[in-house]
Each structure stands twice: as structure tokens, then as C-alpha cells.
């Protein structure tokens, strides 16, 4: 019962980065209509923006001291941050120890600037070109991305911890009157956390505000909504922006639970667009559903005791369920009628 339980919180965790990733890759093809196979790679952009930010953060200048000596006796050169010496030692060491949440701040300028860039300069080219076309570019663009980003960082993972202060784990046995331990890493619940607060933003942005609500109507009826004399397009240009950051902001928050890599889009990627599938092409709901479901299926699916029955079954359980699903509800979950069914 136990390792069922953590195996949960582990889907809930990993999923929370599926319906992050699924809910942006839902709102550019609700909007656009185009399938952006680019979007993983928005994902790793975010957590190279922590990687970013840490890197910035730590630059420092070398000092003589005289109170440390070398084995000869001489002062030795010691390194000391600029941020310590701008705003003091404890303050400094601080600012960097919380260089992750930080980065919060420093990604979202610079994912809404790539998808604009992104929109403006090449999607919006194939707005009218077959799905397969907008497959090919979008995928084309994202090895582009990862390349440049290996270019710049390399090819190994590199480490970027979280907050001091979330070190450690917290331990459920007691909440949930059981004997045993069930400890479970204090970011991966701030993760899910922090993915849920973002999921609920996005909702109540597109639910109550006149922007969304335009957004929405567009989506249902791009024709009628500019015919009244709205600029439409510019509005879902702004959406693939705050989509990007949406990604973004996902792998920012993901760093410290898988260093990042230049790979790590195209490894989420997959799994998100199946994910999208799942809950319905269009369906934001279904996208969110879809993400939490399959993560919690995947990491079951991993225990030793499912394992030992189905031989890799973790492996593929995603994909299971997904033709599953789809034989028997071609739209998906939460899908339109009409979409994925021609």
C-alpha cells in the first residue's frame, strides 16, 4: 500500500509536467491550429533559463585574502560572487540559493519573446499548409533549438538545485495514519504545487477575463470573431506567447528534479503530444485530465511488482492506453466532435 501511495505522488509529479507542457501544446492548435512539434523544446528553454540565472548569478571576481595562506605562506585569491558584494554576504548567498524561483521572473520576458518570435517569423506561414507540413518545420526548428543549446551548454546534464530550504522530504506516514515511512522530496510538491497554480491561471484567464473570453470565441468561430472587428490574430499571437511561457515556466520548475539537458524537450515531447491526443485535440480540460491520468499509470506501471508480470510494461503503458482510447473514442476524453474522427 505504500509503495502504491508513493508511486501516486510520483504521477502526480510527473504529470504535472505532461499537463503543463499538453495544456500549452492544447491552446497553440486551438487557436492556430497548428500542431507545434517545437513545443518540447520551449520546455528545455525553461530550464536552461534557470541553469541561465545560476550561471549569472554566480559570477565573481577574485579577492586577495590576507587571513587564508597556502602551504608556502602566501595570501590566497578567493572568489567571492558579485551579488555578495552588492548586497552583503548573507543577503548574496541567499539570492543564489533561490536562484530557481528567481528564474521565474527571468524566463517569462524571455519565453514570451521567443514565441513571438517563433509565431511571427515561421509559424504563422503555415497557418494555411497541411498538418504534416507544420510537423516537419516545428520538428526541424526544435533540433534546431537543442543544438544551439548544446552548442552553448554542452552535452551533459548539469545539476541546478533547489532551494536550501526544500532539501529534504516530507513524510505522509503520519497524515495518513500509517505505521511505516512514506517520505516524499519537498520539490517535487512544490512542483505539483506550483503546476496546479499555473494550470488555474491559465483557466481563469481564458474563463473571466475579456481577453480570454474573445480568445475562446475565436477559437470556436475565427470567422464570426473577426468579422465583428476584433484583430483576432494578434490575439493568438499574444497566446502563443503566454503558451511558450507556459512551457517555459514548466521546465524552469523542473530543473532541480531532472538536471537539464539539451535533450530533454524531445523526451517530453512525445509523451506530451500523446497526452494531448488522449485528452482531445482542442480540449484544455482534456489536456490537464489526460496529463495526471497517464502520469499516474506510468509510474504504477513501474513498480517492481507490475514489472515482474508485463516485462516493460512502463515502458509503453502510455501508449497502451492511448490506442485504447482512441479505438474506442477517436476524439479523445474530452475532444470536439469533428476533430481527430475525419
Known amino acids: 500500500m505504500d509503495a502504491v501511495l508513493l508511486q501516486i505522488l510520483n504521477g502526480l509529479d510527473k ?17 492556430l491550429g497548428v500542431v507545434n512539434f517545437a513545443h518540447g523544446a520551449l520546455f528545455m528553454i525553461g530550464a536552461f ?4 540565472l545560476q550561471r549569472l548569478l554566480t559570477l565573481s571576481f577574485e579577492t586577495i585574502d590576507e587571513t587564508q595562506k597556502d602551504f608556502l605562506g602566501n595570501p590566497l585569491k578567493v572568489k567571492t560572487p558579485y551579488v555578495e558584494s552588492w548586497f552583503g554576504p548573507e543577503m548574496g548567498q541567499a539570492i543564489i540559493d533561490w536562484s530557481v524561483p528567481l528564474a521565474i521572473l527571468f524566463a517569462i520576458p524571455v519565453m514570451l519573446l521567443i514565441g513571438f518570435i517563433m509565431e511571427r517569423g515561421l509559424i504563422k506561414h503555415f497557418y494555411k499548409r497541411p498538418h504534416a507540413d507544420q510537423i516537419l518545420v516545428t520538428f ?18 548539469i545539476p541546478t538545485p533547489a532551494p536550501e530550504a526544500f532539501v529534504g ?18 520539490w ?57 511561457a507556459v512551457a517555459g515556466l514548466a521546465g524552469v520548475m523542473y530543473a532541480p528534479i531532472n538536471s537539464p539537458n539539451y535533450h530533454m ?33 506510468e509510474s504504477l506501471a513501474s513498480m517492481n511488482e507490475i ?3 508485463i516485462y516493460g510494461i512502463d ?15 477517436p476524439r479523445g476524453l474530452m475532444g470536439r466532435r469533428g476533430v481527430m474522427e475525419e
Do not use: H
Open 169 to 186: 522530504s516530507f513524510d505522509f506516514a503520519p497524515l495518513l495514519g500509517l505505521d511505516t515511512s512514506l517520505a516524499y522530496p519537498y
Open 265 to 297: 524537450g524531445m523526451d517530453f515531447l512525445v509523451l506530451s503530444f500523446v497526452v494531448v491526443v488522449v485528452g482531445g485535440m482542442g480540449s484544455l480540460p482534456g489536456a490537464v485530465l489526460a496529463g495526471f491520468l497517464l502520469g499516474i499509470l
Open 307 to 309: 514489472k515482474s508480470i
Open 315 to 329: 515502458q509503453i503503458i502510455i501508449y497502451v492506453v492511448a490506442i485504447v482510447i482512441l479505438l474506442v473514442r
Open 140 to 157: 526541424g526548428l526544435a533540433i534546431v533549438l537543442q543544438e544551439v543549446v548544446k552548442y552553448f551548454y554542452g552535452a551533459n546534464p
Open 15 to 31: 504529470g504535472s509536467a505532461y499537463a503543463l507542457i499538453a495544456l500549452g501544446l492544447t491552446l497553440i492548435f486551438g487557436t
Open 49 to 52: 533559463c534557470s541553469v541561465t
Open 188 to 244: 517535487r510538491l512544490v512542483y505539483f504545487g506550483f503546476s496546479t497554480l499555473i494550470i488555474a491561471a491559465v483557466f481563469a484567464f481564458l474563463q473571466f477575463t475579456t481577453f480570454g473570453m474573445v480568445v475562446r470565441a475565436g477559437m470556436a468561430d475565427r470567422e464570426t470573431v473577426g468579422l465583428l472587428g476584433i484583430d483576432i490574430d494578434r490575439r493568438f499571437t499574444i497566446m502563443f506567447g503566454i503558451a511558450a
